[in-house]
C-alpha cells in the first residue's frame, strides 16, 4: 500500500492548527525531526508502509468526529463533554509515540510458489525512548510545548483500552467515565484500524 505523504501531512498539520493552540507550530516542527510524517501505523497489521501513521491518524480523527455527531445527535448534552477542538486533538495526537520506533528492514517471505524472497518492511525498537505507548505520546506532546488538555491527555493515555496491567484496568474505567472523549478515542482508533485502514 502507498499513501500520499505529502496531503497526508498538509491535512495533517491544519487539521492540527484549526484548534489554535499555543505550541502548534512547535510540536508540528517537533514531529517532523522525529520523522512521524514518514512512520508506518505497524510493522504488517494496518498501513505498514512509509505515511501510514499519518494516514492511520487522520483517519481515526475521521473516526472520532463521525463518533462524536452520533453521540451528540442521540444524546445533546454530551456536545460540552466531546468538543470538537479536542476530539481533533485527541485523535491526532494519539499515536506520535510511533515516531521514532520503525527501523526499515528486509524480511523473508514465502511466496505464492513456495520460494524464500526478499520482502521489505518494518521492525520495532523501543530503545530510542522506551516509554508506554500512550504516554510516550502525551510526552512528546507536552515536550513540544503544545497546550494539551487533562481530558485529551487521558484520551491519547488510554486511546489503547485494556492493554495495560492487570492493576490499572480500574484506572481506565475511572478516566471513560470521567472524561467520555477517552472512550471516544478509543473506539475511534478501532474503528480507523480495522474499517478505514485498507
Same mark, same amino acid.
Given at each position: 500500500m502507498?499513501?500520499?505523504?505529502?496531503?497526508?501531512?498538509?491535512?495533517?498539520?491544519?487539521?492540527?492548527?484549526?484548534?489554535?493552540?499555543?505550541?502548534?507550530?512547535?510540536?508540528?516542527?517537533?514531529?517532523?525531526?522525529?520523522? @512521524?510524517?514518514?512512520?508506518?501505523?505497524?510493522?504488517? @497489521?494496518?498501513?505498514a508502509c512509509d505515511g501510514?501513521?499519518?494516514?492511520?491518524s487522520l483517519n481515526t480523527c475521521r473516526a472520532g468526529l463521525m463518533l462524536r455527531e452520533q453521540i451528540i445527535q442521540m444524546r445533546p448534552e454530551m456536545e460540552r463533554e466531546l468538543p470538537k477542538d479536542s476530539v481533533i486533538v485527541a485523535c491526532l495526537l494519539h499515536d506520535?509515540?510511533?515516531?521514532?520506533?520503525?527501523?526499515?528492514?528486509?524480511?523473508?517471505r514465502k511466496d505464492q510458489y513456495g520460494n524464500w524472497v526478499d520482502v521489505k518492511g518494518f521492525d520495532v525498537d523501543y530503545s530510542n525512548?522506551? #516509554?508506554g505507548h500512550g504516554e510516550k505520546s502525551v510526552i512528546v506532546v507536552l515536550r513540544s510545548g503544545f497546550d494539551?488538555?487533562?481530558?485529551? #491527555?487521558?484520551?491519547?493515555?488510554?486511546?489503547m483500552g485494556f492493554t495495560e496491567p492487570k492493576e490499572l484496568y480500574g484506572t481506565i474505567g475511572i478516566a471513560y467515565k470521567k472524561y467520555p472523549i477517552a472512550l471516544l478515542a478509543h473506539e475511534a482508533d478501532l474503528e480507523a484500524t480495522y474499517f478505514y485502514d485498507i
Open positions: 502507498t499513501v500520499d505523504i505529502e496531503k497526508n501531512k498538509q491535512e495533517f498539520n491544519d487539521l492540527l492548527r484549526s484548534v489554535g493552540r499555543e505550541g502548534t507550530d512547535y510540536l508540528i516542527e517537533d514531529l517532523e525531526d522525529l520523522g @512521524f510524517y514518514d512512520a508506518p501505523s505497524s510493522t504488517r @497489521f494496518h498501513l501510514g501513521n499519518v494516514q492511520h506520535v509515540c510511533k515516531a521514532d520506533v520503525y527501523k526499515k528492514v528486509v524480511k523473508k525512548f522506551p #516509554m494539551i488538555h487533562d481530558d485529551e #491527555m487521558l484520551a491519547i493515555r488510554w486511546h
